[in-house]
């Protein structure tokens, strides 16, 4: 068993549920998802990450430094470390017309995006319809059993980890890499803009010491052929 500091990559399990009611509404078990039933079309499974790099919920993310690898914890977190508690301000009255002219009949649960903002209708009354644009887990003390599985030492391995969860792969072959003499070799699925490249060049040469350089590349349809990304 090892310690677990800022910047280990550690291999972790985990199901994260509300407090007050015992629902579950994250995990990266499948059974529990289908169980419970979540989105089943999330790839699931162990996850890497980077402590301190709160690629996951930042609460989590720092509790579990100073844990030990192949262990498993309870770790409650409270709003302010979680998703925010809820602001008063982001609750608004709007006309229910306003939507019945757009063809949304509104209800209590339906979530909306109204330019570019989710909300969620608490209300419908009077011809007026109240929704709430906070984070719907704004406000709620959470739970989570976590499993730190192992730290993770191999650099290659590190390098996929860190892509995966930074890019938001779904899929277990949209990224592949390659570390030679120092140089990363990153092949995607789809072009990235520069400035991600170059955000992620820095911050892979930083966190893995090893790698002193990033290269991008692009998957071509053909086989064996891939194109080069021009920074």
């Given at each position: 068993?090892?310690?677990?500091?800022?910047?280990?990559?550690?291999?972790?399990?985990?199901?994260?549920?509300?407090?007050?009611?015992n629902l579950v509404f994250?995990?990266?078990?499948?059974?529990?998802?289908?169980?419970?039933?979540?989105?089943?079309?999330?790839n699931y499974g162990p996850v890497i990450i980077c402590i301190g790099e709160q690629q996951i919920l930042s609460g989590l993310d720092k509790h579990i430094e100073g844990r030990e690898s192949g262990k498993e914890y309870e770790i409650e977190i409270k709003p302010e470390d979680a998703f925010g508690r809820k602001d008063p301000k982001l609750i608004q009255l709007m006309p229910t017309a306003k939507f019945k002219q757009q063809k949304i009949q509104p209800m209590p649960g339906l979530q909306l995006n109204i330019d570019g903002v989710v909300g969620t209708i608490k209300t419908v009354s009077g011809g007026r319809t109240l929704i709430d644009?906070?984070?719907?887990?704004?406000?709620?003390?959470?739970?989570?059993?976590?499993?730190?599985?192992?730290?993770?030492?191999?650099?290659?391995e590190k390098l996929l980890g860190y892509l995966k969860l930074t890019l938001g792969s779904k899929g277990s072959n949209d990224i592949k890499t390659e570390i030679i003499e120092g140089k990363a070799k990153i092949t995607l699925k789809?072009?990235?803009?520069?400035?991600?490249?170059?955000?992620?060049?820095?911050?892979?040469?930083?966190?893995?010491?090893?790698?002193?350089?990033?290269?991008?590349?692009?998957?071509?349809?053909?086989?064996n052929n891939l194109n080069i990304i021009k920074s």
């Open positions: 068993m090892e310690t677990i500091s800022k910047k280990d990559f550690v291999e972790i399990e985990y199901t994260g549920r509300i407090k007050e009611n994250d995990t990266t078990s499948e059974k529990v998802a289908k169980e419970n039933k979540l989105n089943a079309n999330s644009f906070n984070h719907p887990l704004a406000g709620k003390e959470l739970l989570y059993n976590v499993k730190i599985n192992r730290k993770v030492t191999d650099e290659n789809s072009k990235i803009p520069k400035e991600i490249q170059e955000m992620l060049n820095g911050k892979i040469t930083s966190l893995i010491p090893a790698i002193k350089s990033a290269e991008f590349a692009v998957e071509d349809k053909k086989p």
